[in-house]
Structure formats: C-alpha cells, structure tokens
C-alpha cells in the first residue's frame, strides 16, 4: 500500500518537471518509501479482508489471534467454502440445498445465480452422457426461465448445444464443459454468498496490486525508478538509466 501511494505521489511530483526522464536512486526511493506511513492495523485488516474472503479459514483463526483483529464467524466461512467446493465437484444440487440453509433469500432474490447454478446442473448431466434426463432437466427447469429472459434462452440454447455432437473437442461451445466452466459458477455463488453476509464480493488485495502496477505504468513514462517486477517477490530492483 505504501508503494503505491509513493508512486502516485512521485507522479504528481514530476508533473511539474521537465519533460526528460527523472532518474531515481534506489536511496531517494527507499528513503520516500519509508516516510510514507501506514497503520499497522490497517494492513491487518487488509490482509484479513484477503483470507475471510477467499475463505482460509484456519490460517484466518491463526491471522486473528496473532495480529489481534476483529473476530470472525469462521462458521460462516466454512459453510461459504462448502458452497463453493460442491459446485467445484459438481455437485450442484448439493451446493443449492447449502445455499437454502445458509439463507433462502440468496437464491430467491436472484435469478441469474438461480438459472446458472441451474444450467451448471444440466452441464454436469451431459458431461456424465445422461442424455435423456438432461433433455427432460433442460425442458422442465430451464426453458421456462429462457422463455421470460432473452438472454438465459440463449444460454440454454448454447448448453443444448452440447448434445449435438459427439466429439465435443471439436464443439463450438465445448469450453462449457471445462473446469473453467466450474469455477466462473463457484465464484459467482461465493460472490452472492459474501454479499448476502454484508462482505464485500471481491477481496481488496489483487485489486490494489492491479492499481500499483497501472501505478508504476505511469512513472514509467516520467521517470528511471526502483520498481516492482515480479510482485510474487516484491524485490525493488534499481533503476535502468
């Protein structure tokens, strides 16, 4: 966080100068980096914000104890992660039943989650060759919700699709029945889940990653700099001149 709020300052700064590039040293950096202060709290938070969000549960119930952090309903998350692994197995109708006694409402109050949970359901008959019960699923459950909404009709069309060929590798919309495919309706269940919690959907942390490095980006263009290259690493490496 501190880099960050560096970098836009440092760009502020060089606004003002000439056109040519400013040269950095690794010294003058490190030296406004570190006057640049951030509650140690607040970076707690953060990185609690992080592990509540993306449900790890024990290593958040260790975070706590050892940072002295607001207490958490690890219950909670732990029902959450249980959502979201059913439907990473496929095991949809499983995952949908978890969704009703964490809270009916979720489901009830949103279609969208409700018709691609369902179509998750119909991709999971199909990946397992039950032919005849994905048609009779795809008829009873899903055509109706197609018919009031324009665009779940042609999800369903394109999930239908399936079944017109034998060699789905060779499939126009066989990426359906990729992993992938899993994890997009997971994380859209997980999402709804947090927001029904009053979390937020997304955790903070990748999102001010994205930020330092559009960030950097932008010195770039102004100024030679110790940057961040590797963000795995977060080692400063010295200014190119």
């Known amino acids: 966080m501190s880099l960050f709020w560096l970098v836009i300052r440092q760009l502020a700064e060089i606004e003002a100068m000439a056109a040519s590039k400013k040269v950095i040293t690794r010294e003058e950096w490190e030296k406004k980096l570190n006057d640049v202060k951030i509650r140690k709290e607040d970076m707690n938070k953060l990185v609690m914000n992080f592990l509540v969000t993306e449900g790890y549960v024990e290593v958040a119930e260790k975070f706590r104890m050892e940072s002295g952090t607001e207490h958490i309903d690890l219950a909670t998350i732990t029902d959450r992660m249980a959502v979201k692994k059913a439907v990473q197995s496929g095991n ?4 949908i039943e978890k969704v009703n006694d964490l809270n009916p409402e979720i489901l009830d109050t949103n279609p969208q989650l409700f018709f691609h949970l ?24 899903l055509a109706p919700r197609g018919e009031e909404n324009q665009s779940f009709l042609e999800e369903l069309e394109r999930t239908v699709a399936l ?3 034998e060699d ?28 029904s919690q009053s979390h937020e959907k997304d955790p903070k942390l990748p999102s001010l990653l994205k930020m330092l490095l559009w960030a950097q980006n932008q010195l770039d263009e102004k100024a030679a700099y110790p940057r961040i290259n ?12």
């Open 92 to 95: 949809v109708e499983d995952a």
């Open 118 to 141: 369902q179509q998750q359901r119909l991709i999971e008959l199909i990946r397992n060759g039950k032919v005849e019960e994905a048609l009779e699923f795809a008829q009873e459950e």
């Open 163 to 165: 079944l017109a060929f």
């Open 168 to 195: 789905v590798s060779n499939c126009p919309v066989g990426e359906l029945l990729d992993i992938s495919q899993r994890l997009k309706t997971a994380s859209e269940v997980n999402a709804a889940i947090l927001t």
């Open 230 to 241: 590797d963000l795995s690493s977060a080692i400063l490496e010295d200014p190119t001149v």
